[in-house]
């Protein structure tokens, strides 16, 4: 998430650091997709979901755990791996998760209208994940962008809407193979049913509604600013998420939730709720945590090429 060289070049009176900022507006990391900065940061997010799978669901519980290191003020590299508790009624398997590697770059940012955009290009490694809970899939590539807007520019007939951001993201995945395998225990088996699965190039898309709670206190002035990142506030969010498969119907879930952003820390919890039959039936929940590494680990205090 940077808040570094376009600040810096611009003169912007804030310290320098990679955050999600573009002047006054702190777009908090989102869950369900990628926001539209880079930054030095460690992600753990927890779900609770209960997911559909052949003529029935299951429930499963998700550790995902993300990295990212700033190469230059405006590039970064990352990583994402984790587990999978799968229940099918009384039987339950745990696994890996696929593990994928990641390039993102921040290409624009302006300040005083409190927009970012950014793209990232990511490879999934083939059969990283575990068969049994579905998630051993074959390598694909997948190019995406992402787009921040705040409103805070706004004039002060309309200073009501200054509070509100938006985030948008969308990603094209491309599978390298058409098809993997997972195991099914469903319909109360003892013994799993292999399921060859098709693997379509597949559309993620996703947008947030945010709330910034900065711009109802003295921290903000119009028309200025700030003189310092502006950290330290309650921001609630509804993000809404959909993929969609080539040849079959979209899954969407509406997630609305709160987040507090610390100066070195930033902790999440949100609702997850199906808008279709595709993506499931019940609510679930989801929880994260995610550390800005520039504040807390010394070593990264500067990019890996320095400015």
């Given at each position: ?58 429930t ?19 990583a ?10 009384s ?36 059969n990283?994940?575990?068969?049994r ?19 805070g ?12 951001g ?8 491309f599978?390298?193979r058409?098809?993997?395998?997972s ?35 003295d ?23 959909f ?8 899954r ?23 808008l ?32």
């Amino acid at each position: 998430m940077i808040a570094a060289a376009m600040s810096c070049a611009l003169g912007a009176p804030f310290v320098c650091n990679a955050h999600a900022i573009a002047g006054n507006r702190f777009f908090p990391g989102t869950m369900t997709f990628d926001d539209p900065a880079v930054a030095d940061e460690f992600q753990v997010i927890y779900d609770s979901v209960r997911t559909p799978l052949g003529n029935g669901q299951v429930t499963d519980h998700i550790g995902d755990f993300s990295f990212a290191r700033l190469v230059t003020d405006r590039i970064a590299i990352g990583a994402e791996s984790g587990l999978i508790g799968r229940s099918w009624g009384s039987v339950n398997q745990t696994g890996a998760m696929g593990t994928s590697v990641n390039i993102k770059t921040n290409f624009y940012r302006d300040d005083l209208d409190e927009t970012l955009f950014a793209a990232s290009l990511t490879y999934a490694i083939a059969n990283s994940g575990s068969e049994r809970v579905g998630a051993r899939t074959p390598s694909s590539l997948q190019p995406a962008l992402f787009a921040g807007q705040g409103l805070g520019n706004l004039p002060e007939s309309v200073a009501w809407l200054r509070p509100f951001g938006f985030v948008g993201a969308a990603a094209v995945e491309f599978p390298l193979r058409g098809s993997s395998d997972s195991l099914d225990y469903s319909d109360g088996r003892t013994v799993a049913m292999p399921v060859r699965n098709r693997t379509p190039v597949t559309v993620h898309s996703g947008f947030a509604i945010e709330y910034s709670t900065l711009y109802l206190t003295d921290r903000f002035v119009p028309g200025k600013l700030p003189d310092e990142e502006p950290l330290f506030q309650v921001l609630p969010v509804v993000e809404f998420a959909f993929d969609s498969p080539q040849g079959e119907k979209t899954r969407g879930t509406a997630n609305p939730g709160i987040s507090y952003i610390h100066d070195e820390w930033q902790i999440s919890a949100e609702a997850v709720m199906p808008l279709s039959r595709q993506a499931g039936r019940g609510a679930g929940f989801r929880l994260q945590f995610l550390m800005f590494l520039d504040k807390i680990v010394p070593g990264f205090a500067e990019p890996i090429l320095g400015h």
